[in-house]
């Protein structure tokens, strides 16, 4: 129990504590509602449970460095709980008469009080540990990376972390050691309080008042270090605590995991086109950048940062977070820096956030957004900054200039004027037009690729024999087909992909795809005319040929020969696995071949890019260490497989063109072709 002056004094600290903290949160809300559009409401009752799996679960942190979320795990769930301690405790502390029950419930309450306590202030030295003595690598930015000079320099992001250590590691210590003094002055040991009575025990024989002042000190500094903390929460990484729940809650729907949304081109009212200003970022980027725990999973799972490029998607969080916080009052209040103009924060996101270079390395494969634990989307500040390029400042890589004159006068990134039905030729059969199959029960989407690139011809030949051979109706566009503009919208020509996809949805309402199912062996294609589509009002079914060739397996409909018993490693193409989590199909298309599998350390939605997403196929790679395919192909090579097989057109260029550097010690096969080889 306080005293009367202690009791004066505590409701001083919490009067204080509570408008200090009205004012720094209201400050960061007011920074994240300067951002474009609103935050997601909709759907209030499964948000919330989304916030709170998100805030219990830890966003999953365990899928990657298992250890240290094994100890984070300790950590949170220790700071959670310690909500109702510290209320518990206050109460116990103020109000005359109050104490816990000695009942049941509440000594277990007293057990995971005292159990919790103990994780965390054991997960608090594992963490110390690991970043200043072991100094993981895992933590650091590489200095060819742009990074905040006070996230840099003199080390800020340890700093930032050194703090919240140690008030956490005095908060949860102070109140054990609190604990012990009690448990001392009642006694000297109790059953629900092991390591609380574990401290006690060199405290026999102290007088009951000296523990007593021992318990009024622990008990000052445990709740006192709370209050005097909870407005500086805002200024701190450990926000990401309350605020990465609040993400999951709050971002928007989407159909898959990388979605971009449509931008309204026709509304003359809209000045800005992407981003430029940080405050051209949605809100719910704003709110990425307080979520963010600064742990450098996405930067892991990078490719561009993982083959020395200049981009790290966690330095993207960290350079927006710095900057917010260093301007804080005045970004808050409506101000700018640097002279920012409107209701720009005077913070270009080329040039401060991240370099030209990183801007034009990201593949968009969306390893970043899946690696977050607390739902982040770096991937999407990317992809906004491309479309301020193209579109507002029409400045982008040279290369990229011959692809969009493609598509916008050929109808595909080669600009080939060749026709799109030369691929069937060599067939033994005719492929049908949907004017010579109305009745088709698929339309095979053969794409750019398939139709021009003649690894790509190949595997679309091997998707229609094996249809044929199980009798299955199916027709193409054939010239009517045109690009779906995927690459045309990662490249940031949200104009061009517009104008193409408005075409491509046309031709396929008029071919009746809209009651018809459409199957392609591109993911590409897969994702834009499956989920992209139906923001602009094409909504239709898209299989990949792997899950149809699966399913046709799985039928009896395909007589395969699985005697081979080839090695094979399969890589799973980004926007096939990861983007829209197919990932049994082609592996059992694989099995029923015959081959054996042998996975990659990176695999499934783990997956490592094969380099030729986010546009990059049509333009010349960024500098780094190594190209991102060789990063991939030797890690297949290292396997031991005899086959890397695939299951996109560009994994397909991508992972040849890397065997062929090599000296072909791999053969490199799309599914449907070693699917059609075990038929034969």
Known sequence: ML??????????????????????????????????????????????????????????????????????????????????????????????????PNNIIFNFYSLFADLFSVAVLVGIVYFFLRRFAKKDRHLRIRENVIVHPKARDLDGINRDSLIVIVFIFLHVGSRLLGAAFLVAAEGGANMWEPFASLLAMPMAGVPEAALLFGWHVTFWLAIGLVLLFLPYFPYTKHIHLMVGPFNFMTNPERTYLGQMFTLDLEDESIEQF??????????????????????????????????????????????????????????????????????????????????????????????????????????????????????????????????????????????????????????????????????????????????????????????????????????????????????????????????????????????????KRILTSCPHCFTTIGKEYGELGGNYTVFHHTQVIADLVGKGKLTLNGSKLEKTTFHDPCYLGRQNGVLDAPRDALAKAGATLLEMDRNKKNSFCCGAGGAQMWKEEEHGTEAVSMNRFHEAHATGAETLAVGCPFCMTMMKDANTEEGSPMQVKDVAQVVLEAMR
């Open 3 to 100: 005293t009367g002056i202690e009791k004066f004094l505590f409701a001083l600290l919490v009067l204080f504590s509570l408008v200090a903290t009205y004012y720094t949160f209201g400050q960061m809300i007011k920074i994240w509602l300067r951002g474009q559009g609103k935050l997601s409401y909709d759907h209030a009752g499964r948000r919330l449970m989304d916030g709170m799996m998100a805030l219990f679960t830890q966003g999953r942190i365990i899928r990657r460095r298992k250890l240290a979320s094994v100890f984070h795990w300790g950590v949170a769930w220790g700071f959670i709980f310690y909500a109702l301690v510290n209320l518990l405790d206050v109460a116990e502390g103020l109000i005359t008469g109050f104490h816990l």
């Open 274 to 515: 992407g981003a430029n200003d940080v405050f051209d970022l949605s809100q719910t980027q704003i709110v990425d950048s307080f979520a963010c725990i600064m742990c450098n999973r996405c930067q892991d799972a990078c490719p561009a940062y993982n083959t020395g490029k200049e981009l790290s998607p966690a330095a993207i969080e960290v350079n927006k977070r710095y900057y917010f916080r260093e301007n804080m009052a005045l970004l808050s209040n409506g101000g700018s820096v640097n002279g920012g103009n409107g209701n720009g924060a005077g913070i270009p996101l080329m040039g401060a956030i991240l370099s030209e270079s990183a801007v034009w390395a990201c593949t968009a494969c969306g390893g970043c957004i899946e690696a977050c634990p607390v739902g982040n989307s770096p991937m999407q500040d990317i992809m906004d900054i491309r479309r301020d390029q193209v579109l507002m400042a029409s400045a982008f890589p040279d290369e990229l200039k011959v692809a969009f004159v493609g598509m916008e006068r050929t109808g595909n990134p080669w600009g080939s004027t060749d026709s799109r039905m030369a691929w069937t030729e060599p067939l033994p059969f005719a492929v049908p037009t949907v004017e010579e199959n109305p009745d088709y029960e698929y339309l095979l989407w053969v794409g750019c690729a398939g139709a021009f690139n003649p690894d790509s011809q190949e595997v679309v030949r091997a998707v229609a024999t094996i249809l044929h051979e199980a009798d299955v109706s199916f027709a193409v566009l054939g010239e009517s087909e045109t690009c779906t503009g995927d690459s045309a919208r990662r490249a940031g020509n949200e104009y061009l992909f517009y104008e193409m996809a408005m075409g491509n949805i046309e031709t396929l309402n008029a071919a009746g795809a809209d009651q």
